[in-house]
């Protein structure tokens, strides 16, 4: 009696819940999640390792697929992570039923055409990662208006156009649309994703100025919008940017003026790069004492503009300095004596600069230096002996100024680890440095231009064994080889 009757309320309940189920044909489960993801699998044209067409069987639980994640509590799926895995295929607009997807990645595949409107319907989406494939047409702005959406990655692809949304991605943290075709002025969308702290936009084709109002996105910590045709002088409102750490803006040859010295004030500042601009005017001589807190600046490359001045004195307060590229700008005067006191140094290139003087003996203290780089500068007198005992050394490119004197014929270390070396176009005398004959991984050598003297040992072919370019001509004749 019990049991018939516990038996007639669980039909009653059942046929009650069926009715509620069936009366809103909206409502979604996980048997839409399964139709939609069979949509997607329609969609592919080409499986290379035959995973989704062996693993998306419907005799099995979608749950149990591959790269399928679903929530214990609603039984639904919340995560689709099918990248790398060499699908061909199109996005259907279906993929817009999984409302409880909180991650979708499908980067490193073929997948083409445009994205769907629908995919502004999974209002859960936190993770959006399409990068690595072949997407064209218009970034659809309905993605910005997921308000869940924390990050968007859809580098190298083909997208070329975004169309201006207003209120965008209130809670969007990252975004990358870096190496797509995307063309016009910075979307000022963008500049009102107010919780933006990466944003890489490098690699596309806006053009215009940089908006000064990126200088309202407090919260970056990347800004990276390089490789594009962006004009106009560098808004001085970027130094309103208080927790930016890496400032990227190469290769846009058509940006002009002076550098904002108020970026410098930024104390989070670890890298710069405003290589192959056309910037022009002074370094700030404070540059790296501007503020309270010490500086953290790593990489500073400003190669490639037109900046004028003397090297700033006091470069060496910016004492976690790494990379150091100031080549082929117009720099005057002398290197100063106190680089030698960035100890964290690794490379150095002040090349193609009008810089005259000696070189300081000091640079050969750098007790971590791999690549120096004086080249095409007036530096007189002699090499300092001490360069040649850094034993990190991989590239010493001093050519084409008027050292002159001869190279030490003993050094401590034998620059172990020297891939290159270019001293030719100087007026440096003496012997053949022997020392040369152990630089075992040494692939350029350049001596020519010079007065040097004396015999080549024959056996140089034998040490050399990494050697591929050796530029031996036009010394003094009395450079001879070795029979
Ligand atoms: C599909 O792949 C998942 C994860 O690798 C595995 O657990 C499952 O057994 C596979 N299912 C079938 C039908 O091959
Ligand atoms: C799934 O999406 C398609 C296209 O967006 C739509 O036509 C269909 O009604 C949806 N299915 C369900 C069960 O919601
Ligand atoms: C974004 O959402 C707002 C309100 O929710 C709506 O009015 C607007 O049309 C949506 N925009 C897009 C591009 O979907
Ligand atoms: C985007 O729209 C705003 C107004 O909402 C306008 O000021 C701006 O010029 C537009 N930008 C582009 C690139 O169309
Ligand atoms: C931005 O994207 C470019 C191109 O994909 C990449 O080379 C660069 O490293 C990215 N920048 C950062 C800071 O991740
Ligand atoms: C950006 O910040 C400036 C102050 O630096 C403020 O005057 C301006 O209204 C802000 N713009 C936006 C769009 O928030
Ligand atoms: C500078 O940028 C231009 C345009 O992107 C490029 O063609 C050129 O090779 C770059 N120059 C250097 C020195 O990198
Ligand atoms: C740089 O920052 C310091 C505080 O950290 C401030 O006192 C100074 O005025 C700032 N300099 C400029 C040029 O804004
Ligand atoms: C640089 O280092 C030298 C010692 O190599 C030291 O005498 C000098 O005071 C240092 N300069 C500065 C500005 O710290
Ligand atoms: C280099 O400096 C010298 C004097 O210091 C000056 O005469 C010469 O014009 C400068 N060259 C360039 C290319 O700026
Ligand atoms: C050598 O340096 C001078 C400047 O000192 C420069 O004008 C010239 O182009 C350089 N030559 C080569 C071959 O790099
Ligand atoms: C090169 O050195 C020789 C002798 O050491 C000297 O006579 C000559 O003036 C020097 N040339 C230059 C350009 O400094």
Not at 111 to 139: C, D, I, M, T, W
Not at 256 to 264: D, K, M, R, V
Not at 441 to 460: A, R
């Amino acid at each position: 009696m019990a049991t018939n009757q516990t038996l007639r309320l669980f039909v009653v309940f059942f046929l009650l819940h069926s009715l509620t189920y069936s009366s809103s044909l909206s409502t979604k489960n996980i048997i839409t999640d399964k139709d939609a993801l069979l949509v997607l699998k329609a969609h592919i044209t080409h499986d290379p390792h035959t995973l989704l067409a062996k693993n998306w069987s419907t005799s099995t639980s979608v749950c149990n697929w591959i790269g399928v994640t679903c929530g214990v509590r609603h039984h639904r799926i919340t995560a689709l992570d099918i990248s790398n895995l060499g699908l061909t295929g199109t996005i259907p607009p279906q993929l817009g039923n999984l409302s409880f997807l909180a991650l979708l990645s499908i980067s490193d595949n073929n997948f083409y055409g445009s994205l769907p409107y629908e995919l502004a319907h999974l209002h859960r989406l936190k993770y959006l990662n399409f990068n690595y494939n072949q997407l064209s047409g218009n970034v659809p702005s309905s993605i910005f208006n997921i308000s869940s959406l924390q990050e968007l990655s859809l580098k190298h692809n083909r997208f070329s156009s975004m169309v201006n949304v207003s209120g965008g991605g209130p809670n969007l943290m990252s975004l990358d649309l870096s190496e797509n075709l995307l063309e016009g002025e910075i979307p000022s969308f963008i500049l009102e994703c107010k919780q933006l702290q990466f944003l890489n936009l490098s690699f596309n084709n806006f053009r215009g100025g940089i908006p000064k109002e990126i200088g309202n996105l407090t919260k970056l910590k990347t800004l990276s919008i390089g490789d594009n045709k962006l004009e106009g002088e560098i808004p001085k409102e970027l130094g309103n940017l208080v927790e930016l750490e890496s400032l990227l803006l190469p290769d846009n040859v058509l940006l002009t003026g002076q550098i904002p010295s108020l970026l410098f004030n930024i104390s989070s500042l670890r890298q710069i790069d405003l290589t192959n601009n056309s910037l022009t005017g002074d370094l700030p001589h404070n540059m790296c004492s501007h503020h309270h807190h010490p500086s953290m600046l790593e990489g500073l490359n400003l190669s490639f503009n037109q900046l004028t001045g003397t090297i700033p004195y006091n470069l060496q307060q910016c004492r976690e300095l790494t990379n150091v590229s100031l080549s082929y700008n117009q720099f005057r005067g002398h290197i100063p004596r106190d680089i030698g006191n960035l100890t964290m140094v690794k490379v150095l290139y002040i090349g193609g600069n009008n810089l005259t003087g000696e070189i300081p003996f000091e640079i050969g203290n750098l007790p971590n230096l791999e690549e120096l780089g004086l080249e095409s500068n007036n530096l007189v007198g002699h090499i300092p002996a001490t360069v040649f005992n850094i034993s990190t050394l991989k590239i010493l490119a001093l050519l084409n100024n008027t050292l002159s004197g001869s190279l030490p014929s003993i050094i401590g270390f034998g620059l172990p680890n020297v891939e290159e070396l270019s001293l030719s176009r100087n007026n440096l005398t003496g012997k053949f440095p022997s020392f040369i004959i152990n630089a075992s991984k040494l692939q350029l050598l350049s001596l020519d231009s010079n007065s040097f003297s004396g015999f080549i040992p024959s056996t140089i072919g034998n040490s050399l064994t990494s050697l591929e370019f050796l530029v031996l001509g036009q010394n003094s004749s009395h450079l001879l080889l070795q029979s």
